[in-house]
């Protein structure tokens, strides 16, 4: 319509919004059957099709809301020691798996003997009982090796040298000798000590020179030499010399005769100091000569010692040698008592015993029994266990049996470990240890002991969580419910039941045939299953409070896994909007001034609902343009409006929870009588 409304050859049809079926009998029909498309919607929409379509408020999206697991503070659970919402889950609560850590920080929290063991530096070990500062010794008991020290003990023979007697023989004035790798185990460069044991197989001044003990770069190679001679010359001296790292003579000190006595046992050491410059030499305790005061520098290339001989090995030897120790700092430096006792192990072969003084009580079968620890070679660990607090321990063999408390009768870690579980179930435990060393040259180290129980899960039938406070949904603005889905897992022996509330917890209902209110909320019996919620979940009353939920959680086994609920999603229908608009296209009917009549319409208005019909007219576009809908219509009223086009406002109003409907509208002619339109 421009400047004037005509209908230049078209149809009626095509200018009308509401699609007319005839017009006859003077008035026109607007039925929704025919699609009610054209217009203005604002608020307002179509809503079905064919027949029953009609025009009402607009229907809003649905509703989604969540009850995500995510904050244990959202949910209560009935028995918070056997069930939980923890980790964005709601799952029975893990009982046992409780472990117990013994570890070696604190001696007074073991008991042992402090003669053989010691706890040091979160370490229980078997006490060094070599003398301090030492590094290696020999005491020939059984070989030309080394008893103990701090590096390779291999001793090897040359010229058939050999123990015999309990000590090292070197009789015979022959060409025999042990060698040592010093480099390891025998000198400490600048200060040191060396002290043996020297039993001449002469009597007075040696036939020929005799040499002890040397220390030096290599075989052959003088550098770096500290050695002990009995000369054969000068009454019997003692001679001491030293060597720098290129081989020459620095000192050489005869500091005294030894008139040696055949088959007489004597203690010879050798203190050094050549940083500071004091060097003594005690025989059988006694300083023989003066203190040599040369100082110097020896390079740290040292690879030899050698017992028997020189550096070239073409010395003879005839004595005895016992009771070899060096140390790496000087031991005397005034005459002092001989003959003081060295143990014949540095760590006692002897398998003493440790226990902690703490147990710990356990109601289930243990799971494992394990050890952190050091284990050289020739050294190990073993355990007893008891289930008394130690009145009685036991150990594995083919079977848990009463030991008799001996290493023999004791069993590794991961022995004990892989038989734990048929360990009696209850009890106080505590465990007995043995640290053992084949040889008593190295000993193992014990940092901590750990037990543990296995997690289990409560079995009991009726622990649940249930929402609260932030976690449930308030059904505001919702018409109905639609859907629900749980985000969960069903392991193998679990269960997972539901109620529902509507009232905020008052009370709870389940599902048979309806939904009721249960007179026994807290048992899982009266639960209904997820696949038994979801289903019949969109027939939930909304009742008057929030909707909350209640999650029964059920395991068969004790070893089973928890079953699990970690989201539960909701989907409502949000009803309608409260207010909305129609307006209609102008109809035009190609007469100029055309009297408009009766107006009537067929529409439902549900409680809480208004529906207001409003109508002007024009002939040209200006005129609607410039008109303002008149007063509200009633079903009979006169339209009261003049103009060659019509238009039609529909004003809805509702409560949210339904619309009005509009399904048609007429409005008579007063003139012309009758127009015909082509279909």
Not at 32 to 57: D, M, P, Q
Not at 557 to 584: L, Q, W
Not at 630 to 656: E, K, M, P, Y
Request: proline letters at 4%.
């Amino acid at each position: 319509m421009t400047n004037r409304i005509t209908h230049e050859g078209r149809s009626v049809a095509d200018d009308n919004p509401f699609p007319v079926r005839t017009v006859t009998n003077n008035k026109v029909r607007w039925i929704t059957s025919n699609n009610w498309s054209t217009g203005e919607f604002s608020g307002t929409s179509v809503i079905g099709s064919g027949s029953s379509a009609y025009v009402g408020l607009s229907e809003l999206s649905d509703n989604a809301d969540n009850i995500p697991y995510a904050t244990s503070t959202s949910y209560t659970p009935s028995d918070g020691a056997k069930i939980e919402v923890a980790s964005g889950k709601a799952r029975l609560k893990a009982i046992g798996g409780t472990s117990m850590n013994w570890p070696y920080t604190t001696p007074a929290n073991y008991s042992y003997s402090t003669s053989v063991v010691e706890v040091t530096g979160g370490v229980a070990k078997l006490l060094d009982l070599s003398p301090t500062d030492s590094t290696f010794y020999a005491n020939y008991d059984s070989d030309v090796n080394g008893t103990w020290g701090s590096g390779d003990l291999t001793g090897t023979s040359s010229g058939g040298a050999s123990v015999s007697g309990g000590k090292l023989d070197l009789k015979g004035g022959t060409v025999q000798y042990v060698s040592y790798d010093a480099d390891l185990n025998a000198d400490s460069l600048q200060t040191g000590c060396i002290r043996f044991t020297y039993t001449p197989d002469y009597s007075g001044v040696p036939a020929a020179s005799q040499l002890p003990i040397l220390i030096s770069k290599a075989s052959g190679n003088l550098a770096n030499l500290i050695q002990i001679n009995h000369l054969s010359s000068g009454g019997g001296d003692i001679r001491v010399q030293f060597y720098d790292t290129a081989g020459s003579l620095i000192s050489q000190h005869d500091l005294g005769a030894y008139s040696a006595s055949s088959g007489v046992p004597r203690e010879m050491e050798l203190n050094y100091n050549f940083s500071g410059g004091i060097t003594q030499f005690f025989l059988h305790g006694t300083q023989l000569g003066s203190t040599i005061t040369t100082s110097f520098t020896r390079g740290s290339d040292i690879g030899l010692m050698r017992v028997g001989s020189n550096v070239n090995g073409t010395l003879a030897a005839d004595f005895e040698i016992d009771d070899l120790i060096v140390f790496s700092t000087v031991q005397h430096t005034a005459n002092y008592t001989a003959g003081a006792s060295i143990p014949q192990e540095k760590y006692s072969s002897s398998d003493p015993k440790i226990i902690p003084t703490s147990s710990f009580s356990f109601t289930t079968n243990l799971t494992s029994f394990s050890q952190t620890s050091t284990i050289p070679t020739n050294t190990s660990v073993r355990h007893i266990i008891s289930h008394d607090a130690g009145t009685t321990f036991f150990w594995y063999s083919g079977g848990w049996t009463v030991s008799a408390e001996t290493f023999a009768e004791a069993n590794s870690a991961s022995t004990i470990n892989t038989n734990i579980s048929a360990f009696t179930n209850t009890g106080i435990f505590i465990y007995s240890s043995f640290l053992h060393s084949t040889d008593g040259v190295k000993t193992p180290e014990l940092n901590d002991i750990q037990i543990s129980e296995p997690i289990v899960l409560s079995t009991d039938d009726n622990l649940y969580v249930d929402t609260k406070d932030a976690a449930q949904i308030a059904p505001t603005n919702i018409i109905a419910w639609l859907t629900s889905n749980f985000i969960s897992a069903i392991q193998t022996n679990t269960a997972i039941g539901v109620l529902l509330s509507k009232d905020g917890r008052v009370s709870w209902d389940t599902y048979s045939g309806g939904w009721s209110t249960t007179g026994s909320p807290t048992l899982r019996a009266s639960s209904i299953s997820l696949s038994d919620a979801t289903l019949n979940f969109p027939t939930f009353p909304l009742g008057s409070g929030t909707l909350d939920v209640r999650v029964f959680l059920k395991a068969d086994t004790i070893t089973a896994t928890t079953p699990e609920v970690s989201n539960i999603s909701v989907t409502s229908d949000a009803g309608f909007a409260t207010s909305g608009r129609y307006r209609t296209a102008t109809y035009d009917s190609t007469y100029w001034d055309l009297d408009w009549g009766t107006f009537s319409e067929s529409s439902t208005l549900p409680t809480g609902t208004t529906i207001t019909f409003r109508t002007k007219a024009g002939n040209t576009t200006e005129d609607m343009d410039a008109e303002s809908f008149g007063s509200a219509l009633s079903d009979g009223d006169d339209a009261g409006v003049i103009g060659q086009g019509i238009q039609f406002r529909i004003d809805f109003t509702g409560d949210g929870n339904t619309t009005g409907q509009v399904s048609e509208m007429t409005v008579k002619f007063t003139s012309p009588a009758i127009v015909y339109v082509a279909p």
